[in-house]
């Protein structure tokens, strides 16, 4: 069965980097777009980066455009996310996640928590 | 961007009631529109998408309808562990935008 498995996160200071990975199998890795999807503590879902199935081509919310960026290695089944700069504001939950039938969201991991803090 | 609005934030419901959530989008989604259950402490859980076509595993007493703008979540008669967080979410346009949840809770 499809699984998502995300590492990474951690307190980290303000202004500082961060990398998350995301181990993935029970699909073939290099069919599907996939995401990043945050959570604040307490608060509701943010999506913050997408990439393409073969890395090409990738978007992201405004909230993180140029701080962030999201690449993939299709030979290793695995989705990274590069984070930069960092605020107290990208404290969260992140999320990994496959595409389903549709766009959906359909398929997601337990996530990773990110604390920047002083 | 595409601002999704739902209500109640809150709905309280006894066992065994049904429940209706409903989403408003700011613009026409092309059935594009999907639901998720949260549970506490848990990741999202993908319920409903394409507005109406239940995913895999998802019983059958949940059940998505609407079009355009207006989309609404129906439980029917609610079991202990339907007791959770259900977004909204849109997949029509970039970016990908959720709404703020509406809880149900046990009455």
């Known amino acids: 069965q499809v699984q998502l498995v995300e590492s990474g996160g951690g307190v980290v200071q303000p202004g500082k980097s961060l990398r998350l990975s995301c181990a993935t199998s029970?699909?073939?890795?290099?069919?599907?777009?996939m995401h990043w999807v945050r959570q604040s503590p307490g608060k509701g879902l943010e999506w913050v980066t997408v990439i393409s199935f073969n890395g090409n081509d990738k978007f992201y919310a405004d909230s993180v455009k140029g701080r962030f960026t999201i690449s993939r290695d299709n030979s290793k089944n695995t989705l990274f996310l590069h984070m930069n700069r960092l605020r107290a504001e990208d404290t969260a939950i992140y999320y990994c996640?496959?595409?389903?039938?549709?766009?959906?969201?359909?398929?997601w991991g337990q996530g990773t928590l990110v604390t920047v803090s002083s | 961007e595409v601002v999704m609005t739902q209500s109640p934030a809150t709905l309280s419901v006894s066992p065994g009631d049904g429940a209706t959530l409903s989403c408003r989008a700011s613009q026409s989604l092309n059935s594009n529109l999907a639901w998720y259950q949260q549970r506490p402490g848990q990741a999202p859980r993908l319920l409903i998408y394409g507005t109406s076509t239940r995913a895999t595993g998802i019983p059958a007493r949940f059940s998505g309808s609407g079009s355009g703008t207006e989309f609404t979540l129906t439980i029917s008669s609610l079991q202990s562990e339907d007791f959770a967080v259900y977004y909204c979410q849109q997949y029509n346009n970039w970016p990908r935008t959720f709404g703020l949840g509406t809880k149900v809770e046990i009455k």
């Open positions: 029970g699909f073939t890795f290099n069919l599907y777009a």
């Open positions: 996640v496959r595409v389903g039938v549709e766009e959906e969201f359909g398929y």
